[in-house]
């Protein structure tokens, strides 16, 4: 009985290994979404381990029943400089995106499941760029599909003012649900 439960283990763990499973890359932060006044009284209250805190103005719509979340150009550098915005390869990997595709004026670039999304963003004053399958964090856990638009260009899109609040931590944060937000999303923030 012995030898089957060490052989039992000893296949668990080699493929674990050999999947490429990192069961120790563990979070180091969390975004917060939300309300601008809830995110960023979140952000005041201190917790144990907080190394460095922000917050980012984003725009929150409805593009055919999906959720669609808004930012500038510079809001979406500053995620990709610390490995926040993850391209998704064989529908399940994630990789970190080093940088954005140059976006002109009166341009946006979209990043969706598919490019052949069936969402109408023909009420935006901007021409729309599929640019892939990049996600935010390890997953679509506030928006449905994402939208980057010229720095000039943010302030004239018409949507809900939302804030995203991201705190990184020395170590794994306790969980999330501590927060006064509309969702939480643990995250693994590089430097």
């Known amino acids: 009985m012995k030898k089957i439960t060490l052989w039992t ?27 601008e006044e809830k995110v960023l009284s979140s952000l005041k209250e201190e917790h144990k381990g907080q190394v460095e805190k922000d917050s980012l103005s ?12 808004v930012m500038d150009e510079t809001s ?6 610390k490995e926040l915005l993850r391209e ?10 080093s940088s954005l595709p140059e976006i002109a004026e009166g341009e946006a670039v979209l990043f969706a499941k598919k490019a052949d999304s ?10 729309v760029n599929y640019e ?28 809900e003012e939302k804030t995203m609040g991201i705190i990184q931590y020395n170590k794994d944060p306790d ?6 937000v509309e ?3 643990l995250v693994k923030i590089e430097d």
């Open 183 to 185: 969702k939480e999303q």
């Open 118 to 127: 069936s969402v109408n963003l023909e009420s935006l004053a901007v021409q």
């Open 76 to 81: 979406a550098q500053y995620l990709a400089g």
């Open 132 to 159: 892939g399958n990049i996600i935010i964090g390890d997953g679509r856990v506030y928006a449905d599909l994402f939208l980057v638009v010229a720095d000039k260009e943010f302030p004239a899109i018409d949507a």
């Open 9 to 35: 283990t000893a296949l668990c763990a080699g493929a674990i290994i050999l999947s490429g499973c990192n069961i120790l890359d563990k979070a180091n932060g969390i975004i917060l979404y939300g309300d």
């Open 88 to 97: 998704v390869e064989d529908g399940k990997d994630t990789e970190a995106v």
């Open 58 to 69: 984003v725009k929150l719509m409805d593009a055919d029943g999906k959720r669609l979340l």
């Open 175 to 180: 969980g999330i649900g501590g927060f006064d």
